[in-house]
């Protein structure tokens, strides 16, 4: 059984970082194009950050030159760094593995940027 989990989530002031984390079990992610979608209360799912499994990556426009995607297949881990955080930014978010006609999900970690 494949699962993801995503952790690093929390509280954090305008202008801070949060650091996210997808540990996934039940398979090898090396295979993968991995992402990080997020869902905003009364909004839809949008793709923040996706690597491919050749490493090349594609940001949003809004969190390009602030987040950055990173892979470790080693430890079958998927990051996504996220410096100068707006309240914008507050949302669940979500890890995705893709491959061919395959998805699976996380259950989201929660960011919250306030003051």
């Known amino acids: 059984q494949v699962q993801l989990v995503e952790s690093g989530g929390g509280l954090v002031q305008p202008g801070g970082s949060l650091r996210l984390s997808c540990a996934t079990s039940g398979t090898t992610i090396s295979r993968y194009a991995m992402a990080w979608y997020r869902q905003a209360p009364g909004k839809e799912r949008d793709m923040v950050a996706s690597i491919t499994s050749g490493g090349s990556t594609n940001y949003a426009g809004s969190v390009k030159g602030r987040f950055t995607i990173s892979r470790d297949n080693a430890k079958n881990t998927v990051y996504l760094q996220m410096n100068s955080l707006k309240p914008e930014d507050t949302a669940v978010y979500y890890c995705?593995?893709?491959?061919?006609?395959?998805?699976?999900w996380g259950q989201g970690t929660q960011v919250t940027v306030s003051s």
């Open positions: 995705n593995a893709h491959w061919v006609v395959v998805d699976y």
